[in-house]
Structures are given as structure tokens and as C-alpha cells.
T-cell receptor, first 113, second 116 residues
Framework: GENVEQHPSTLSVQEGDSAVIKCTYSDSASNYFPWYKQELGKGPQLIID?????GEKKDQRIAVTLNKTAKHFSLHITETQPEDSAVYFC????????????FGGGTRVLVKP | GAVVSQHPSRVICKSGTSVKIECRSL??????MFWYRQFPKKSLMLMAT?????????EQGVEKDKFLINHASLTLSTLTVTSAHPEDSSFYIC????????????FGQGTRLTVV
């Protein structure tokens, strides 16, 4: 089945710096890659996503890049703010198994003021 | 984005009792909903896929008789934890996907279940 690896597991950055989280996936048939932000005690919130026919997508301070050949995708957060502190999950849609999402292990991001 | 409402947000129950968790899509119809379980500081583990009007599809290792799923309408899916035990204590989260081939999945706010 699909396997999604996410790194790093924890990330501490100074306010204003950039944060980068990387994920790799195993199923070359996967074609949809969302990123979720989860705050303590809450459900995940979709923050950005990318489809396999696009290499990069940006939304204000957040960007995602996709390398289909290498089967990896990354989340970039620029000008980090304390409210960006949360756990971030990448996911890949596993087309060969009913379009289910397979999640990475998560990255705990701490933005220090 | 679309709104998914999950209720209750927290529940404490005694061992041996059953607990029902509701997941509603508020402003869209969801032919497919998903139920996840999340352990502390861990990722989301898919338990089952709920399809409106048909039986749920459970992931390997998930007891279908223990975790009853009903998707009776296009806006409501329920997860019932039957004969709950302390090891069932966890954070349960539902998500719903827009119909018509849409790819985005939106999550509810989660339910913290504590079995005492």
C-alpha cells in the first residue's frame, strides 16, 4: 500500500524565519497531496493542497512543491509567526485503494517569538 | 472551505457502555465520510470509510462489531463505540469529502473519548 514518510518530526524556528517540511510517498499513482495543520485538541485543517499536474502552488506565506519523479513534496512556510505553531501533516491520496488519504507521521512546529 | 461538525467534542463513559459520535457536513452533501483514530502525538489512523446508503468499509484490524458506522443520509455519519473499554480511549476524528469527484477532505473538530 501507500506509505508516506514525513520529516522532520519536530521543527523549532525563530519568528520570521522559514520552515520547511518534507514528505515522500511510495505509490506513483497518487495524484493529490494535501497538507493539514492541527492545533492541540482540534481536528486537522486543510491549509493547502497540490495535484500531480502542478509542480508548485502558493497561498500567501504558504507554498507547496511537488517532484513527481522523485515522489516527494514539501511545505514551505515563510515569515513564520507564533500562531503557525502546530502539528502539520502531509498526506497522499492513494488512488489504488478507493481514494483514501494516507498521512505522514506529522511535524510538530514551534515558532519562538 | 466546507464545514464538518462533530459531536460531542468530549465524552467520558463507563466501561461496558456504548458511545455514539456524530459527524455532519453542514453546507454540503458528502457521499463518503471517513473515520480516523488518533493516539497522543501520533498520526491519523484510518478506521473505516463510510458510504451513504451502504455498509462501511473497515480497515484491516478494525473490529466492525465494536465500531459501528452508519451513514444514513448525505449529511450525517455516526460512529458507535460498543461495549467501550479503557483501551478505546482516544481522539476520534471524522472527515467528509465533497461529492462529484472532488478531492478535498474536510475534518471535524474531533471527539476525545475517555473510558473509565
Amino acid at each position: 500500500g501507500e506509505n508516506v514518510e514525513q520529516h522532520p518530526s519536530t521543527l523549532s524556528v525563530q519568528e520570521g524565519d522559514s520552515a520547511v517540511i518534507k514528505c515522500t510517498y511510495s505509490d506513483s499513482a497518487s495524484n493529490y497531496f494535501p497538507w493539514y495543520k492541527q492545533e492541540l485538541g482540534k481536528g486537522p485543517q486543510l491549509i493547502i493542497d497540490i495535484r500531480s499536474n502542478v509542480g508548485e502552488k502558493k497561498d500567501q506565506r504558504i507554498a507547496v512543491t511537488l517532484n513527481k519523479t522523485a515522489k516527494h513534496f514539501s511545505l514551505h512556510i515563510t515569515e513564520t509567526q507564533p500562531e503557525d505553531s502546530a502539528v502539520y501533516f502531509c498526506a497522499a491520496r492513494w488512488q489504488t485503494a478507493g481514494n483514501k488519504l494516507t498521512f505522514g507521521g506529522g511535524t510538530r512546529v514551534l515558532v519562538k517569538p | 472551505g466546507a464545514v464538518v461538525s462533530q459531536h460531542p467534542s468530549r465524552v467520558i463513559c463507563k466501561s461496558g457502555t456504548s458511545v455514539k459520535i456524530e459527524c455532519r457536513s453542514l453546507d454540503f452533501q458528502a457521499t463518503t465520510m471517513f473515520w480516523y483514530r488518533q493516539f497522543p502525538k501520533k498520526s491519523l489512523m484510518l478506521m473505516a470509510t463510510s458510504n451513504e446508503g451502504s455498509k462501511a468499509t473497515y480497515e484491516q484490524g478494525v473490529e466492525k462489531d465494536k465500531f459501528l458506522i452508519n451513514h444514513a443520509s448525505l449529511t450525517l455519519s455516526t460512529l458507535t463505540v460498543t461495549s467501550a473499554h479503557p483501551e478505546d480511549s482516544s481522539f476520534y476524528i471524522c472527515s467528509a469529502r465533497l461529492g462529484g469527484g472532488a478531492t478535498e477532505a474536510f475534518f471535524g473538530q474531533g471527539t476525545r473519548l475517555t473510558v473509565v
